[in-house]
């Protein structure tokens, strides 16, 4: 049996004993060593996630070690630490055929369609599984997914060497965006948060705070909008240089809908971009966690053990700190 976080299809998640099955004859059975808490979580417990699935187990950035191999996969052994990426594409689509997975029409994703990894045990599909670097601990490596969706939205700002870069929203979201931006060599970046303690993550990943009311027109060349509101969305193309890109990163509402100078776009020549999800950036954000240059340390402010999950989600749900981590093993 499995102690295991599920959403039951109503408000709220509930902390149950699950039977977790054998692996199937091309998954993988994990135990469980790490699993972050993400905002879709929340999403999901509150019902306004359409694709998760009743009764599910969530949890989609987690990590772990092998312990059953189904009979046909090959490559991976017991014994082995993997991390997951929890976004499944269908593999027959117009999108899947054209190298764009994350577009899939059918997608299935660990922890919202498929059983996750808030839970002692996990079965996946193997495909699905990344080798952790040797000495990268479980909640550096439950990070990889997280990561992997910012490289992506970094990737689409297409910063040059030299720029200056505003990211709008210091959550984990915002705070990893500002370390790939100092790490890809921006002149400067600056990260625009009313939460002072959330402004002194900031600074300790090489990024420098701004208060919100100091973000002006035209100050950066590259804008991202790390909240998910229709105000920072609008804030982020008034911040943007003319010539220059914003990618919207947040999660908006479904209905929410931003207002936007149709002219000012013309004539400033601006880039408005979408992101969504990690595709083909699973492994370069495991070879920079890997290699010490992102400083998980500061994001990952909360280790709790399963058997408390209460003042995990309690903490997740207050905003408090950055990065939420499980660590079922501790139970
Ligand atoms: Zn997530
Ligand atoms: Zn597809």
Not at 59 to 76: K, L, Q, S, W
Request: hydrophobic share 40%; net charge negative; charged share 25%.
């Amino acid at each position: 049996m499995s102690v295991s976080v599920v959403w039951p299809g109503r408000e709220g998640v509930e902390v149950e004993s699950r039977n977790v099955p054998s692996p199937g004859s091309d998954e993988l059975k994990v135990r469980v060593e790490a699993s972050g808490l993400c905002g879709t979580d929340l999403h999901i417990a509150s019902g306004e996630y359409p694709f998760a699935r009743p009764g599910v187990t969530i949890g989609h950035e987690f990590a772990g070690t092998i312990v059953e191999v189904g009979p046909d996969v090959e490559g991976f052994s017991v014994g082995e630490r993997v991390v997951v990426d929890p976004n499944i594409p269908c593999r027959t689509c117009e999108f899947c055929h054209s190298s764009r997975p994350h577009l899939c029409e059918n997608p299935q994703a660990l922890g919202v369609t498929l059983n996750g990894g808030l839970s002692e045990f996990a079965v996946l599909p193997a495909p699905q599984a990344y080798r952790v670097p040797e000495g990268l601990p479980p909640e550096a490596a439950a990070l990889t997914e997280p990561l992997a969706c910012t490289l992506h939205a970094v990737d689409l700002g297409d910063l040059r060497p030299g720029e200056r870069a505003l990211v709008l929203g210091a959550g984990p979201i915002g705070v990893l965006c500002a370390a790939l931006l100092v790490a890809a060599g921006a002149s400067e970046v600056l990260v625009s948060e009313p939460s002072r303690e959330r402004r002194d993550h900031v600074r300790k990943v090489g990024a420098e705070p701004v208060e919100p009311e100091s973000v002006s027109e035209g100050m950066a060349d590259k804008v991202f909008e790390c909240v998910g509101r229709s105000g920072t969305m609008r804030d982020a193309v008034e911040a943007v240089k003319p010539g220059g890109t914003v990618v919207w990163v947040g999660v908006a509402p479904p209905e929410a809908e931003v207002a936007v100078r149709p002219y000012d776009i013309f004539r400033r020549e601006l880039t408005i971009r979408g992101t969504y999800t990690n595709p083909f950036t699973m492994e370069r954000s495991l070879a920079l966690l890997g290699s010490g240059r992102i400083d998980w340390e500061t994001i990952v402010t909360h280790r709790i053990p399963l058997d408390r999950f209460e003042d995990a989600w309690s903490a997740h749900s207050e905003g408090a700190g950055l990065k939420v981590c499980v660590l079922p093993e501790s139970s």
